[in-house]
């Protein structure tokens, strides 16, 4: 079973750049795809982005395709989303996922292990 613990949240105007992270821990990490989802209050958790579980292949919502990069360090046991050009409507809070298996998805019910979330806010 993962942990998975995110960060690097905060609040930034429209057009700045935050990289989040999630730390994961007991489990072997390369064993899992990653994904980064997010949701606004009283809303449907929305796919942000997915990569494989050796960094090889990356999968990213339309809305963030260009402007959101995600990667993994598998000797840190870590995912990164790096965020720029942000918008106001990027204003959710972010979760990582952890799935089995070796490429993410856009599925949110394919993950099985979810961090707390972070929140991510964008002023106009």
């Known amino acids: 079973q993962v942990q998975l613990v995110e960060s690097g949240g905060g609040l930034v105007q429209a057009g700045g750049s935050l990289r989040l992270s999630c730390a994961t821990s007991?489990?072997?990490?390369?064993?899992?795809?990653m994904g980064w989802f997010r949701q606004a209050p009283g809303k449907e958790r929305k796919f942000v982005a997915g990569?494989?579980?050796?960094?090889?292949?990356?999968l990213y919502g339309d809305s963030v395709k260009g402007r959101f990069t995600i990667s993994r360090d598998n000797a840190k046991n870590t995912v990164y989303l790096q965020m720029n050009n942000l918008k106001p409507e990027d204003t959710d809070v972010y979760y990582c996922a952890a799935r089995q298996g070796y490429y993410s998805g856009s599925v949110e019910q394919s993950y099985g292990y979810w961090g707390q979330g972070t929140q991510v806010t964008v002023s106009s």
């Open positions: 990569i494989s579980r050796n960094g090889a292949s990356t």
């Open positions: 007991g489990s072997t990490f390369s064993a899992y795809a």
